[in-house]
């Protein structure tokens, strides 16, 4: 309601190294080993395919729900920054990652809009005015809360309303 009151400047957060991560710092587990490589996740609207194998090997495993109670924010980050940069790459638009708060002070876009997790990371337009939260999408999924069947569903909803 208040945030385009106090225009502030943008603070942008490249979370486009943290996507990488998703295959640059994989566990030893096998299945991680043979999926979780560059050449399946290139950042193509398909790769999401293996985030969501991922995803579903995290919460229905004991390793998994174990690995997630412990890291669940680092999770959020990684996949979050993963499907940002993937919606990010196959819209081509001036999206960028912003800090949550800067964007917040800087524009009515996330006006009675709730924060996702304590150091939210969004992708904003100047150009449209408009805000994509694939970090709050993610730690909802994680949740257990999905707002879509899986990640793919959501990177192509997305893509098709921000085309």
Do not use: C
Not at 61 to 78: A, C, I, P, S, Y
Request: no cysteine.
């Amino acid at each position: 309601m208040f945030g385009s009151l106090n225009k502030t400047k943008l603070i942008k957060n490249d979370l486009k190294g943290i996507a990488k991560l998703m295959y640059l710092d994989v566990s030893d587990d096998t299945w991680d080993q043979e999926n979780l490589t560059k050449r399946n996740l290139d950042f193509t609207i398909e790769s999401t395919r293996y985030i969501d194998a991922y995803t579903k090997r995290l919460s229905t495993t004991q390793m998994g729900r174990e690995l997630l109670k412990n890291h669940f924010d680092n999770f959020v980050v990684r996949i979050g920054a993963y499907i940002g940069e993937v919606i990010k790459r196959n819209i081509n638009q001036d999206y960028k990652w912003y800090e949550y708060d800067s964007v917040y002070h800087f524009s009515s876009a996330l006006d009675e809009v709730n924060r996702g997790i304590k150091t939210e990371t969004v992708l904003y337009s100047k150009k449209r005015d408009r805000v994509i939260m694939p970090l709050t999408v993610v730690a909802q999924h994680l949740e257990g809360n999905p707002a879509h069947t899986d990640f793919l569903e959501y990177v192509e909803e997305t893509i098709k309303q921000s085309s």
